[in-house]
């Protein structure tokens, strides 16, 4: 037995070691309270205990953003990226926890589209708040009275109501929402689901805050159509706007009141590139097709037919069927570097028959100078047109001085007006079924480009499409003017 002297001094110390750990407990936790990010990276293997965390900056941007929120110095935010980034283990299930480290008083409304999401988020959220990392860092001097699957409550009168879109939240206010995936990715040509989902989400739950002068709402998903809710929520105004498109497009780049900028710099450069890599991403674009790639992975939904150029509108031949042509002409945009985050270079062939038009042959690459000479020399050997198009512009000026000494039919063409407006006289040809694609799999890029026109991140065949349309058409009309004796 020890002495009574050494028995006292062994407690002593276990008291000192007992109020050096909860120091050290209060400190994380103050810690944790203050940097939402520092939250998500110890939280992680509680909540995804089977796949480790691999650390990006766009978790950063998400805390970040989210911590404004809660901070008051951002009351509605959008938030867009694409499928997989861990949005809705973040947005949903840690913010609502860290919210109640906090604040435990906060009282929460979270929905997502479908009640069995909604339900997991909402048990994942319980389930964190509940465990031994979150009670042992945090100390919560309140208890959980309520612990449904979807409606958990505090002893501090916190609560967290889960819905699914078109719930019913009568009775129930809230001091913030969040709003994860607001509509079902296959269901975003029904114009019912779209409706119900802008109707709920923006008039419906629009007066469903403890206080209508600060109630805040946190909006996260990707962009699956041009008429779905996160557009028309944007189309307020009221929104701050983080916007992670899986490939950066440096005219796209997003901006925040918070001083955020997002870091990339070249086109192209992924956004989480060790989980979503180039074969990754190449997949994606091939699974999707260009359209949902552009909304869910890049947050820019064309029209499902098409805005200026329809996809209904183009019409395909195959190339037995191809008949006697008139005339053939090449038509060039421009904009060499040579680099894979450089704009491409188009170089279409163009015959004519009559009013069709026939896409004959398309190089579309990133080329250099050199390059893309070769390029235009090989085409022409191959097909012998009547003419070469150049836009006298920029990169084009050059080609044309240096081709116009080799080979004849260099036509410098000088832009008349914008894109868009170049892309307006050029689409009633397309429109009235006068434009035709070979039946290649790389004429359908040509059609998704021109559907996504001029939203879209490329337009470099959209470009060499409507000079040689609007050559063809302003040559036409300088002809029968001539044969009527106009000027």
Not at 68 to 88: C, D, H, Q, T, W
Request: charged fraction near 25%; aromatic fraction near 10%; include cysteine.
């Amino acid at each position: 037995m020890l002495p009574r002297s050494q028995n006292l001094e062994t407690i002593r110390q276990a008291a000192l070691k007992e109020i050096e750990r909860r120091k050290r407990s209060r400190a994380i936790a103050e810690q944790l309270k203050s940097d939402f990010g520092a939250f998500i990276r110890g939280a992680w293997p509680i909540v995804e205990p089977a796949m480790p965390l691999i650390d990006n900056w766009h978790i950063d941007a998400l805390a970040i953003h989210l911590q404004a929120v809660a901070e008051g110095k951002i009351r509605f935010l959008m938030i867009n990226i694409g499928p997989g980034y861990a949005k809705s283990i973040i947005a949903s299930v840690m913010f609502s926890a860290w919210l109640w480290a906090r604040r435990p008083q906060t009282r929460i409304i979270a929905a997502t589209y479908a009640s069995g999401l909604t339900i997991r988020d909402s048990v994942r959220t319980r389930d964190l708040i509940m465990s031994e990392w979150f009670t042992d860092i945090f100390s919560p001097d309140w208890e959980m009275v309520k612990s449904n699957e979807d409606f958990i409550s505090n002893s501090k009168s916190g609560s967290r109501l889960a819905l699914s879109v078109g719930g019913k939240a009568t009775g129930f206010r809230a001091d913030g929402q969040i709003f994860d995936d607001l509509l079902n990715a296959s269901e975003k040509h029904s114009e019912a689901a779209r409706n119900t989902a802008k109707d709920w989400a923006i008039r419906t739950m629009s007066s469903r805050f403890n206080d209508m002068r600060i109630g805040w709402r946190v909006v996260i998903g990707q962009r699956l159509h041009e008429d779905d809710p996160y557009g028309h929520m944007l189309a307020t105004g009221d929104y701050e706007h983080l916007c992670l498109p899986s490939e950066f497009e440096p005219e796209r780049r997003a901006k925040t009141s918070i001083g955020w900028t997002d870091p990339r710099t070249q086109k192209g450069e992924l956004l989480f590139p060790v989980l979503f890599n180039v074969a990754v991403i190449a997949k994606a674009k091939k699974d999707l097709g260009a359209y949902d790639y552009a909304g869910q992975h890049q947050q820019r939904p064309a029209p499902a037919e098409g805005g200026l150029f329809k996809r209904s509108w183009w019409r395909y031949y195959d190339k037995p069927e191809l008949p006697e042509l008139w005339m053939v002409i090449i038509s060039v945009d421009a904009s060499f570097k040579d680099k894979e985050t450089s704009d491409y270079v188009a170089i279409h062939v163009y015959g004519f028959h009559g009013p069709r038009v026939y896409l004959l042959a398309r190089r579309h690459d990133h080329l250099g100078f050199t390059a893309t000479k070769d390029s235009i020399r090989v085409l022409y050997d191959e097909f012998r047109p009547s003419a070469v198009l150049i836009e006298d512009k920029a990169n084009g000026t050059a080609i044309i001085e240096e081709l116009s000494r080799e080979i004849p039919g260099v036509v410098a063409i000088t832009p008349e007006g914008g894109k868009i407006a170049r892309a307006w006289a050029a689409s009633p040809t397309v429109e009235s079924g006068g434009v035709y694609l070979p039946n290649e799999h790389w004429a359908q890029e040509v059609v998704e480009e021109a559907a996504a026109f001029p939203n879209g991140a490329n337009d470099d065949d959209v470009d060499a499409l409507t000079q040689v349309l609007n050559w063809q058409r302003k040559n036409n009309d300088l002809g029968a003017r001539a044969r009527l004796g106009g000027g």
